[in-house]
Each structure stands twice: as structure tokens, then as C-alpha cells.
């Protein structure tokens, strides 16, 4: 399998390169050249296989011949250690609960298997690879607990000091190993600031291999097709569903971009439901062909807070720049927060289940395509994309309720911090990115 970027104007590469790479040097992103087919009969296979099994049939036709099957099949047991609970609400309601990882995000699904991959290809170069990202909290905290441990790579982590949660402090800086925190006495825009001034510092890319781990990797898209095809395959061998309909909770649109992959390698998966929130760029255009990306406005779920999405490319891509077509299989819609709060003291009400503000964006999605597009019957999936713990505050004001915490994450709250303090001066991150073991 070769791959290719958006932009065309850059030469196809392996997928080694894809993933090392990140980002195409046209500034594309990349896209496998074609995307592989399962045949009904390799489908019906499939039907009541493990999370694992679909995992690995999906990832073996991407990687094809570069990793060996016994390899990578240890990689996926390795990355996929925990499970993937589709939780029935009501008749033809479902939860996908893909917060069960080690970070209670779905960021797990991606960064565990790009680590993985990383690794295993920087190990074949005889390279030391450097992962360099600025997070304001939920991917940072993935990579951080992806990477842990991976041979050949490590990963220096930059936040804005003050400016994350203490939960996700704790994530970003318990990983230990070969995971460094940097605590920036600045905001996030200093900490982007900071990495990209890295990535074309001259001097430092002579002696150090960075790349960065964010959503437009394709090694971390490839992976979130997986939990696509394990739910729709669950829904139909459990609750005798075809078809049903995905409801996503959408910031940068890699989740939706990873169905779309999964809908066209042959899994039966009915139509997207793309939720934003007030970020709505892409509704917009996917209504009038009009991409008119506003400044990013902060709502309630911040981690859709994203006013120009990356994976627009690769949407665009997929459906040639025809934005009907896309609308065939994608209905935007956008939510309020005042519905987004309705919507989690609803579901509380009616199914006693705490939902998070971006579950509960998309939820409230769902309910509307099925209720305006007379499609009260059709089976949903909702993918839920974080345990409500990340989101304690917001919901136990919408709520009213105190939230218990899961004892893991008491173990977790318990660790010891190690982060180093630096200020927001890019020469004080280069200083820190020579002085590590070469
Ligand atoms: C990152 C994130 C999203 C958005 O996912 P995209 O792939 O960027 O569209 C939604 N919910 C949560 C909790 C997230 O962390």
C-alpha cells in the first residue's frame, strides 16, 4: 500500500514514511492511494469476531507486507488492552464507549497504535525519534501514555502552566520514562509557538529526528476505523441491526474522517451524523458548498473547540470537493450548549446515564437527524469520546450531582508530578531538547 498526499504535488511514500513523517512535505496530508475493499464474504467472517480480530483484518490491509502478521498482531493485543463497551440506551439507541482506555479518551484508540507503529519503524531505521507536541490537554495525555515504553521513541510534551485541568496535569505528567513534561510559563498559542519554531530550527534538526504525534498522522486515523466496524458488526450480531446510523462528535473531523475509511472498505454502516457545536464551519459547508472557517468560539465541549478543522482536507478529498455528495453520507448538524446541558439532564432523567458534554452533542444530533428526517426506527450509534470524569465540572453544574471517581484514577491522582518549568523563550525548549541523551 502506497500513500499519497491532498495536495498531490508531493511523491507517494510507504506507509514507514507516512507515519514518521506526519505531515506531507507539500503541506497534504496523506491518504492511502486507494482504499482497501472487504468482500461481503470476508464480512460475514468477521460477524461475532473479537475487538482484536477486526482490528487486526482492518490494520493488515493498510500495512500489507511492512510488518510481519505475527507482529502485528502482538501489536494490537499490546495496544488494545481494554475494552470497547457498546452500551444499549434504549430499543435502537447505543453508546459506544470508547473512553475505557488508559487516558478516558478516545485520543487512546490513535496514539497507542501510532506509538506502536513509530516505534517499530524507527527501530528498522536504527533511529531515535523525538515526538514534540504543545497539547492543552486530552491529545497530549494520550501520546503521553501511548509512547510510554515504546523503544526508539520518546516524547516531550509541552502545556500552558495553569491552564489544564489537574486531572489532565496528572496525565501529562505521571507517564515517566522516556516521556518529558514541559511546563511553559505561557498560554497554549506559546507552547505551538514554541514546537513550531523547533520543527525548522536548523541546528537542532541536524543532531535530533522530530516528528509530531497531533490528528493528521494517518497512522492515528487508520486505527479509529476499527471501533467503527466493531460496533456496526456487534449491532447486527447481538440486536439484529443493518446499517445503522454513527453519531460523531466532530472537532478536527479525524473520528468522522476514520468512518468514512471504515463505510468505504465495505463494513455496513448507514449514514454519518456529523455534531459541532458552535465551531461550525463544516456544517456550513456540507448545507451551502461554502467553506468560510470563522475564529474558534469556546463552548462547553472545548475539545470541539476547533474553528479551521485539519481533516477537512481528507473529507474534502474523499468526495471531490462535491459538497452534496458529501452530503449524502454526512448530515451536519450543530448544537448549542443550552442543548448540549438539556441533553445531559435529559438523558439522566430518562436512562440514569451521565453523559459528557461531547457524548452528549452528539446524542442530541442523533435524535434530531432521526426525529426531522422521519427516521424515528433506524438503529444509532453514538460514539462517546470521553469518560465524564475528564469533565467533572461541567456536569456536576448541569447535574447538580457529585460524581464518583473510578479507583484507577485515584491511583492516578496519586502519582508523582515530574515536569520541568521553563519559560515561554523558544531558545530555553531548544536548551532542553540538546541537552537530552543523543
Ligand atoms: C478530540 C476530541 C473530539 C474531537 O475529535 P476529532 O477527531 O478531532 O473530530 C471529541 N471529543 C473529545 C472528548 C475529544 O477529546
Redesign the pocket.
Known sequence: MIYFSTNKSSIPVSLKKATLEGLAPDGGLYIPSEIPRFSPDEIKLLEGASFNNIAFAIAKKFIGSDISPDELSDMIDNCYTFETPIVQLNSNTFIEELFCGPTL???DYGARFLARLTGFFAAEEQRLITVLVATSG?TGSAVAYGFQGITNTRVVLLYPSGKVSPLQEQQLTTAGNNVYALEVEGNFDDCQRMVKEAFVDPSLNKSLTLTSAN?INISRLIPQSFYYAWACLQLKEIYGFNNPLFAV????????TAGILAKRMGFPIGHFIAASNANDSVTRYIDDGRYDPHPTITTLST??DVGNPSNFARLRYFYNNDHAAMGREITGIAVSDEETRATIRSVYERFDYIMEP?TAVAYHALERYRSTEGAAERAGIVLS??HPVKFLEAIEKTLDKKIEIPSNLQELMEKKKSATLISSEYKELASFLNGLDQ
Not at 462528535?249 to 468522522?256: A, D, M
Open positions: 479518551a478516545f485520543k486530552d490528528s462528535p466532530s472537532g478536527n473531523y479525524g473520528n468522522l475539545a470541539m461531547h469520546t470521553a
